[in-house]
C-alpha cells in the first residue's frame, strides 16, 4: 500500500500558475500508477489526469489539456501536476490518488488529504 500527502495548493489570479506536489511513503513507488483528481464545491470529484508507472503515459481531462502537465520523479517518491493558464473555474480542493500499476482507471485504492486551489478572477 501507500500513502499520499499533497502540497503546493494556494491562491493565485487567473491567468497564473501553480505546482502541486504528492509525496508517497509505502513500498515501490514506481509500483503505482498516479493520479490527480479535484472536488469543488457542491459538485462531485472528477478526475484531473494520470500517469503510468514509469511515466511513459499520461492522460487529461478535456478541462486541463493543454494547460496542466502530470509528471513523477520514482527516486523521490513524488508525483507532480504544472498548472498553468488557471481559470476560476479550476478552483477546487486537489487530490492525489494512487492505484496498481495497469489496473483500471476505477481502480483508485489510495487518496491523500487535499489540497486547496482557489483561482480569483
Known amino acids: 500500500q501507500v500513502q499520499l500527502v499533497e502540497s503546493g495548493g494556494g491562491l493565485v489570479q487567473a491567468g497564473g500558475s501553480l505546482r502541486l506536489s504528492c509525496a508517497a511513503s509505502?513500498?515501490?513507488?514506481?509500483?503505482?500508477?498516479l493520479g490527480w483528481f479535484r472536488q469543488a464545491p457542491g459538485k462531485e470529484r472528477e478526475f484531473v489526469a494520470a500517469?503510468?508507472?514509469?511515466?511513459?503515459?499520461?492522460s487529461y481531462a478535456d478541462s486541463v489539456k493543454g494547460r496542466f502537465t502530470i509528471s513523477r520523479d520514482n527516486a523521490k517518491k513524488t508525483v507532480y501536476l504544472q498548472m498553468n493558464s488557471l481559470k476560476p473555474e479550476d478552483t477546487a480542493v486537489y487530490y492525489c490518488a494512487a492505484k496498481p500499476l495497469g489496473a483500471t482507471m476505477t481502480s483508485w485504492g489510495s487518496w491523500g488529504r487535499g489540497t486547496q486551489v482557489t483561482v480569483s478572477s
Open positions: 509505502g513500498r515501490t513507488f514506481s509500483s503505482y500508477d
Open positions: 500517469i503510468t508507472g514509469s511515466g511513459g503515459s499520461t
